[in-house]
């Protein structure tokens, strides 16, 4: 049985929808594909799909609270540090000590679908892990920069072999700062799937996310050499490539009938200009990118009406197929949603996951 694929969620932008993205991916697919193993990777210290998972709002919270501060936390902190204990080159520890089974903590959710937890420890353990990575290689052979980067790469192969009756399929959230842990996810990924907001920063955040991945051309004179981009290039270490650009919230400000233009207008440009220089860091498409309108049609999917209906399912850790219409506790307040609402939103889900 196989990896299907590993997903990473990323942008260089906070707010844009990773995580809910992340959870309803992860829960609809896991929904449509009832053979196949789906893990989720919280990469991010604010641990938002985690607890979207574990049931949402203050429920997944205290469960999320509760798996970071076990003994041996049950989270992604817990595996590195067991794994950084370990040494370089020692045995990886069962990926099911640290895993957690998501229906057994919110049985809305189906049980083909595993959780490593997000957990805030993850800040300040970060400049540990730094230290270790970027420490001199003891014998000719180790490289503790390539060790440490894989770590998540190494931990789903694990996984998959330790579950290897059925295919797996990773998402992995991300936070938007390129701290050492999104560096961590980055490589764990094999395709990056981008939510995008109709703003200028999210353009400004499309060109950062090439230079992040990539490096500028020439290398900044000083800076150059200390880079993600440069370090992974020199050690051969994995570089995702970018698989769909995912527009979100573009109708806050603008009105339906404006979010296809919105998109355009924010980042779609500033990724094609980036594509005709580099398109290997794409995947690629049987259909040839020969335009700017070719490259909309083939890099970038609409979240159409992913609003209310999506936020507040989401919150209640519950999936889009199982809500019905009614009013809904959120924060304190009743919030209506409709069935038409909540189609909408499932075909927009759906409409991401036809393409990946
Ligand atoms: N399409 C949308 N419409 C309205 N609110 C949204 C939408 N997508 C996300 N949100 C809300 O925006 C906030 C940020 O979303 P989140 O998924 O946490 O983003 P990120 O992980 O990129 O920081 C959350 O409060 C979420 O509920
Ligand atoms: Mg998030």
Redesign the pocket.
């Known amino acids: 049985m196989a990896i299907l694929n590993r997903y990473g969620i990323w942008n260089n932008k ?8 992340t959870f309803h991916l992860a829960t609809r697919y896991a929904e449509v594909n009832p053979n196949v193993n789906v893990l989720v990777i919280d990469l991010c210290p604010q641990a ?1 799909s985690s607890m979207m998972l574990l049931g949402g709002g203050t429920i997944g919270e205290t469960n999320v609270i509760n798996l970071c501060t076990a003994a041996t936390p049950q989270t992604v902190v817990g595996y590195l540090s067991t794994v950084i204990a370990g040494g370089q080159g020692g045995a990886l520890p069962n990926p099911d000590t640290f895993t957690v089974s998501v229906n057994a903590y919110n049985n809305n959710l189906t049980d083909n679908l595993f959780l490593l937890s997000g957990d805030g420890n993850l800040e300040p353990i970060s400049p540990a892990i730094v230290n270790q990575a970027n420490a001199p290689a003891l014998t000719p052979t180790s490289q503790p920069w390539v060790w440490i980067h894989n770590i998540f790469r190494a931990y789903a192969d694990e996984f998959a072999r330790v579950h290897n009756n059925r295919d797996l399929m990773v998402f992995i959230d991300t936070n ?1 700062a390129f701290g050492i842990y999104t560096e961590l996810a980055i490589t764990a990924s094999d395709r990056l799937l981008c ?1 995008v907001n109709a703003d200028d920063s999210s353009r400004t955040a499309s060109n950062a996310m090439a230079i992040l991945l990539h490096g500028t051309n020439p290398p900044h004179p000083i800076y150059g050499a200390w880079t993600f981009a440069t370090k992974a290039g020199q050690f051969h270490t994995h570089v995702p490539l970018i698989h769909l650009l995912i527009g ?2 573009l109708t ?1 400000f603008e009105g339906a009938a404006n979010a296809f233009n919105a998109l355009s207008d924010a980042s779609i440009q500033a990724l094609y200009n980036i594509y005709t220089a580099n398109p290997g860091y794409f995947t690629t498409r049987p259909v040839a990118t020969n335009n700017i309108q070719d490259f909309r049609t083939n890099y970038s999917a609409l ?1 159409r009406d ?2 209310t209906a ?2 507040v399912t ?2 209640l850790g519950n999936r889009l197929s199982q809500m019905r219409a009614n009013y809904y506790p959120v924060h304190g307040q009743q919030v209506q949603l409709n069935k038409q609402r909540i189609d909408e939103c499932l075909d927009a889900v759906d409409s991401i996951l036809a393409r990946i």
């Open positions: 906070g707010g844009v929808g990773k995580s809910t993205i938002n938007p939510p979100n919230r806050q979240l992913f609003n999506g936020v989401a919150h």
